[in-house]
């Protein structure tokens, strides 16, 4: 059975910080890049942070660039978002995804978790 459980989320005050976990279950972790989404209300989930297979390539949303932390443990099958200077835009729900794109057929499969609340208020 596939998982992706989200964890350490919460409230936190601008300026704080938080880092989000995600494990990975009953899929091949190692071959799939994983990446971090959110989505406030009343607007479209959006993409936040995503890094490659083998852990290199990061790359991050204009908005959270220098700010966030995307990366992952392939012992644990886990991947982190290291969040530091919150803001109050800050403030969704998050998301981990994994995606595997199959080489030659481009057969494509993706597996998302049930997300974790991120709230950024004083």
């Known amino acids: 059975q596939v998982q992706l459980v989200e964890s350490g989320g919460g409230l936190v005050q601008p300026g704080g910080s938080l880092r989000l976990s995600c494990a990975a279950s009953?899929?091949?972790?190692?071959?799939?890049?994983m990446s971090w989404w959110r989505q406030a209300p009343g607007k479209e989930r959006e993409l936040v942070a995503t890094?490659?297979?083998?852990?290199?390539?990061?790359n991050y949303a204009d908005s959270v660039k220098g700010r966030f932390t995307i990366s992952r443990d392939a012992a644990k099958n886990t991947v982190y978002l290291q969040m530091n200077g919150l803001k109050p835009d800050d403030t969704a729900v998050y998301y981990c995804?994994?995606?595997?794109?199959?080489?030659?057929?481009?057969?494509?499969?993706?597996?998302w978790g049930q997300g974790t609340q991120v709230t950024v208020s004083s």
């Open positions: 995804n994994a995606r595997n794109v199959r080489p030659f057929t481009g057969a494509t499969t993706t597996y």
């Open positions: 009953g899929f091949s972790f190692s071959v799939y890049t």
């Open positions: 890094i490659l297979n083998g852990g290199s390539s990061p």
